[in-house]
């Protein structure tokens, strides 16, 4: 099962280019899964909530669907960041696409710095989706920094977290290779770079999209700044046995009644 991430310097704004720019990257290889990153389509650093707005789309939008034709012509799944408009607001999400359309939408839940002040938090618990190419979970970007995110989804069975990034804390493709191994479950990051400096903020994204196996081994990583695509061959069977030794069981092995976060003196 050939998984794929992929990077390049969103151009804010621009999702036309965004969008075709992704297309190049894709057609190189082929892959069953690709990941791409975190508002791949809009670019992240928003001046104001207008232009997340005028950014934004349905999670059935336009560009969904373009993916949702990419995904069925080829016959691949696929997992991309954007800017979610709904009822209630917007939300920074990701939408997972198979070759028989969208399969769910994530929003992400925990904002990172200003997306505070345009985007509302995700409503919704993280979930595994069972696909023909096996068990997919999604989080995006600085979930990372919550061990809980991986963990829940390790625990809902997930064999493969997608995780769509705009990655600017440098310790990030790091702390994925743990992620992995505690969890005993294969990780695919998509991060983007280059630089963009908007209204007195400036941000710059650090590459390094990574792919790690469930054991921790690095399977596939992109340089720091270059465009480009990496890939890797997963078997998500690994990513069943959760057995460290005789004794010791990723899963099986914790003590939950102990994990109280009350603590009596
Ligand atoms: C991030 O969550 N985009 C750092």
Same mark, same amino acid.
């Given at each position: 099962? !050939? ?22 990257? %894709? ?40 993916? %949702? ?15 979610? !408009? ?9 939408? &997972? ?9 994530? *929003? ?5 710095? *200003?997306?505070?002040?345009?985007? &509302? ?17 999604? %989080? ?35 702390? %994925?290779?743990?992620?992995? &191994? ?12 280059? *630089? ?8 710059? $994204? ?40 005789? $004794? ?5 092995? *914790? ?11």
């Amino acid at each position: 099962m !050939k998984t794929i991430v992929v990077q390049w310097d969103c151009r804010f704004g621009d999702p036309e280019f965004n969008f075709s720019r992704a297309m190049e990257l %894709m057609e190189r290889e082929t892959a069953d899964i690709y990941v791409l990153p975190e508002l791949c389509l809009s670019g992240y650093n928003f001046k104001d909530k207008q232009e997340v707005d005028d950014l934004s789309e349905e999670s059935h939008g336009a560009y969904a669907h373009k993916f %949702m034709d990419l995904a069925r012509s080829r016959n691949c799944f696929l997992a991309y960041g954007f800017a979610e !408009k709904a009822s209630a607001g917007i939300y920074n999400s990701a939408n &997972l696409i198979g070759p028989d359309g969208l399969i769910g939408t994530y *929003r992400k839940i925990h904002l990172f710095n *200003r997306e505070t002040l345009f985007f &509302l938090p995700g409503d919704r618990p993280f979930r595994v989706y069972e696909t023909p190419v096996g068990k997919l979970g999604l %989080m995006v970007c600085f979930d990372w920094f919550f061990p809980e995110s991986a963990r829940t989804l390790a625990l809902q069975g997930a064999e493969l977290i997608l995780h769509p990034s705009n990655l600017v804390l440098s310790w990030c493709p790091d702390a %994925m290779r743990y992620h992995a &191994l505690w969890n005993g479950v294969f990780t695919a990051t998509s991060n983007r770079i280059g *630089r963009e400096d908007r209204g007195g903020h400036v941000f710059e $994204y650090i590459g390094r999209s990574i792919i790690y196996s469930p054991q921790g081994e690095l399977l596939a990583e992109a340089p720091l700044e270059q465009e480009g695509i990496c890939s890797a061959e997963l078997d998500l069977s690994l990513a069943r046995e959760k057995d460290l030794n005789e $004794y010791n069981d990723r899963i099986q092995s *914790r003590q939950p009644e102990f994990y109280s976060d009350i603590s009596v003196t």
